[in-house]
């Protein structure tokens, strides 16, 4: 699995040196596109994220809250501080 991982990375370095190179020469003959399209998709992904975490929240399922179990109550050993006084 380590292999295909170093594969893959890569494929990958190569792929962003390529698509970096497209977009340097889309800049230096001043191609609208060449802007256009990195906005275009960084702005889609943001509202991919925001559509994923509005999803995640819709659908998550979450145990009905527990009741919490009541203190147990103490024996009376006698009487309290502020009954002595009172006495």
């Given at each position: 699995?380590?292999?295909?991982?170093?594969?893959?990375?890569?494929?990958?370095?190569?792929?962003?040196?390529?698509?970096?190179?497209?977009?340097?020469?889309?800049?230096?003959?001043?191609?609208?596109?060449?802007?256009?399209?990195?906005?275009?998709?960084?702005?889609?992904?943001?509202?991919?994220?925001?559509?994923?975490?509005?999803?995640?929240?819709?659908?998550?399922?979450?145990?009905?809250?527990?009741?919490?179990?009541?203190?147990?109550?103490?024996?009376?050993?006698?009487?309290?501080?502020?009954q002595k006084k009172s006495a």
């Open positions: 699995m380590a292999d295909t991982s170093r594969v893959w990375g890569g494929i990958l370095c190569a792929a962003i040196v390529i698509v970096a190179l497209i977009f340097l020469w889309g800049i230096a003959v001043q191609s609208y596109w060449a802007l256009a399209l990195p906005v275009i998709a960084g702005f889609l992904g943001v509202l991919a994220m925001g559509f994923w975490i509005g999803w995640t929240i819709l659908t998550i399922k979450t145990a009905p809250a527990m009741a919490e179990p009541s203190p147990p109550e103490k024996q009376n050993a006698g009487p309290s501080p502020e």
